[in-house]
């Protein structure tokens, strides 16, 4: 699991809320994170990726989500002309190319995460994730998407 300490928050400088968002993304989560003046990112890893849409085929993809029983975070993402919809999920089984218009974000990417109940600088949960059901699984998503928009 990867540590944070207080000195690493520290040296930021960040308001209360986005340290306290921060630390509890890391000890509910784990996750790796970081901050800045004005928000939270996330350092995706090899075990968490993150799936983007655009929000509006977002929404119909998360409700056949929901329908199946499958649950994870999804944080809403500013863009330049439209929202994205990042779906936080487990690396597939398999390597598959991503349907036109989807994007999937690997290792290395930092994705923003929300910092309090309002939105902030365009980033807000969607869904937020809760311990144990945190992350969708990688591969029931891909397979959501291809369902809903062909290969």
Do not use: K
Request: net charge negative; with cysteine; glycine share 10%.
């Amino acid at each position: 699991m990867p540590t944070m300490t207080s000195s690493a928050l520290s040296l930021a400088g960040p308001g209360r809320d986005i340290r306290d968002a921060a630390l509890r993304y890391w000890s509910d989560f784990g996750w790796p994170v970081r901050t800045t003046q004005a928000e939270v990112v996330l350092s995706l890893q090899p075990d968490l990726l993150a799936v983007a849409i655009p929000a509006g085929r977002g929404a119909a993809l998360l409700s056949m989500l929901d329908s199946s029983g499958a649950r994870g975070g999804v944080v809403s993402l500013r863009g330049d002309n439209e929202r994205w919809w990042a779906f936080l999920v487990t690396p597939p089984e398999q390597r598959r190319a991503p349907t036109c218009g989807v994007w999937v974000f690997s290792e290395g990417t930092d994705i923003p995460l929300p910092h309090g109940p309002l939105p902030a600088h365009g980033v807000a949960w969607v869904r937020e994730p809760i311990p144990g059901q945190a992350l969708f699984d990688g591969d029931v998503l891909l397979d959501a998407v291809n369902a809903r928009t062909g290969p």
